[in-house]
């Protein structure tokens, strides 16, 4: 009987130890990434890297963030910002090409994911109005930082830009 207690014991002492030393991986691993305080819209590379914004956007409103990708410049504006979750929020995307010309004849949506965790998809096409601005409400779902990815298809090709802001 004080065998099978003993073993008891340690088979508990072996599982506690694995939990401690897994809750302290993640811990460094959440540690490593930077911290989002609320708000805190910033223009970031697909893996979370900050991207200085384009020379032309270098005195935005902090609701805006700005980045170049390919041959145009895409900027993000959220209202209200900070941003809130399980409310609406008016997402505003700005195209414009190297020269500051608007560019209308693109397709635009947004997917809002967490890099930290799984989510459904949270997915919305943008409607196009006229100057380079495509616009649309979306909601994030709960607080936390969040990864906005601008998907952008214009003559066939798509590309992305990407933007992080801490709710």
Same mark, same amino acid.
């Given at each position: 009987m004080n065998k099978k207690i003993i073993g008891v014991? #340690? +088979?508990?002492?072996?599982? #506690?130890? $694995?939990?401690?030393?897994?809750?302290?991986?993640?811990?460094?691993r959440m540690m490593s990434q930077p911290l989002q305080t609320q708000g805190g819209? !910033?223009?970031?590379?697909?893996? @979370?890297?900050? #991207? &200085?914004?384009? /020379? *032309?956007? /270098?005195? $935005?409103?902090?609701?805006?963030?700005?980045?170049? +990708? @390919?041959? =145009?410049? !895409?900027?993000?504006?959220?209202d209200p910002?900070?941003?809130? @979750? %399980?409310?609406? *929020?008016?997402?505003?995307?700005? $195209? /414009?090409?190297?020269?500051?010309?608007? #560019?209308?004849d693109a397709t635009v949506s947004l997917d809002l994911t967490m890099p930290t965790?799984? =989510?459904?998809?949270?997915? %919305?096409? $943008? /409607? &196009?109005?006229?100057?380079g601005k495509y616009s649309a409400t979306g909601q994030f779902t709960m607080r936390g930082l969040w990864r906005i990815e601008v998907i952008v298809t214009r003559g066939g090709k798509t590309q992305s830009a990407f933007f992080d802001v801490g709710l």
């Open positions: 014991v #340690i +088979v508990l002492a072996v599982v #506690i130890m $694995l939990g401690v030393v897994i809750m302290n991986m993640r811990r460094s819209l !910033v223009a970031v590379s697909s893996n @979370g890297a900050p #991207i &200085s914004p384009p /020379t *032309a956007a /270098t005195s $935005l409103p902090e609701n805006m963030a700005a980045q170049q +990708v @390919g041959d =145009m410049i !895409v900027s993000i504006a959220l910002y900070p941003p809130t @979750g %399980f409310n609406p *929020a008016d997402f505003e995307v700005t $195209l /414009t090409d190297a020269n500051g010309q608007a #560019i209308n965790m799984w =989510m459904p998809p949270n997915q %919305f096409p $943008l /409607t &196009s109005a006229s100057n």
